[in-house]
């Protein structure tokens, strides 16, 4: 039977059986190394089989949700068109409240630019250049900067609508060149899509306050 080692007389030992204690103590700690790994790694395992479990069950509810709120709004908008005799086809904003609960459907056009908007950027790169050559601040120039951070592209590499828009502003600040840039931009403009969303609410019966109730658990 082997012997426990704590209960070992290290200074007994021969320098062979030091060597074999000394194996058996790292091959323990790997051996316990190991278990804690493997036991973390089927807890993290659980924990992720239950995570996605619910997440994509969830994701189906609220995509159902989505679609049938979307084929309920549309009929109710044709019959409050119908009954408020609107006769225009577009889609409309408007807010419905009932007792302690509001429904807000926002409808808005995502606007954007077609490829004009690209050259009259190239344009404007180019301008701005020149531009910032013959000032006495050079790069420094306010006006400069802040023109070269409005075109700015996102993520996916567009420019910004706001941004732009917000070029058409500085159109006093500069010469007949940067005017006809800006029309450019502004021939550009297009609406990519109409968009519709959705916000709830419901009123706190106390104080009357409305709050917003958010379907995405990381806005709570």
């Not at 889609?91 to 490829?115: A, C, H, P, R």
Request: glycine share 6%; proline share 1%.
């Amino acid at each position: 039977m082997e012997q426990n080692i704590s209960q070992v007389d290290i200074k007994s030992l021969s320098k062979e059986q030091r060597a074999e204690l000394l194996a058996r103590l790292q091959q323990e700690e790997k051996d316990d190394r190991i278990a804690r790994r493997d036991a973390y790694e089927a807890l993290r395992g659980e924990f992720m089989h239950a995570v996605r479990g619910k997440a994509e069950a969830l994701t189906e509810d609220v995509t159902g949700f989505k679609k049938w709120l979307e084929g309920e709004t549309d009929s109710f908008t044709a019959v409050m068109k119908e009954y408020g005799q609107v006769k225009s086809g577009e889609q409309m904003s408007y807010t419905i409240v009932d007792g302690d609960f509001k429904l807000e459907v926002k409808s808005n056009k995502v606007k954007g630019f077609d490829e004009r908007a690209d050259m009259a950027a190239e344009r404007l790169i180019d301008y701005l250049k020149r531009y910032m050559q013959r000032s006495d601040k050079g790069a420094d120039d306010p006006m400069y900067q802040m023109a070269m951070t409005l075109l700015e592209r996102n993520k996916m590499g567009d420019l910004d609508y706001k941004s732009i828009s917000k070029l058409y502003e500085l159109e006093d600040k500069f010469d007949g060149e940067y005017a006809d840039i800006m029309r450019l931009f502004k021939e550009a403009n297009v609406v990519q899509r109409n968009a519709r969303n959705f916000y709830f609410w419901k009123r706190n019966l106390e104080n009357g306050v409305w709050t917003r109730i958010e379907p995405s658990f990381c806005r709570l």
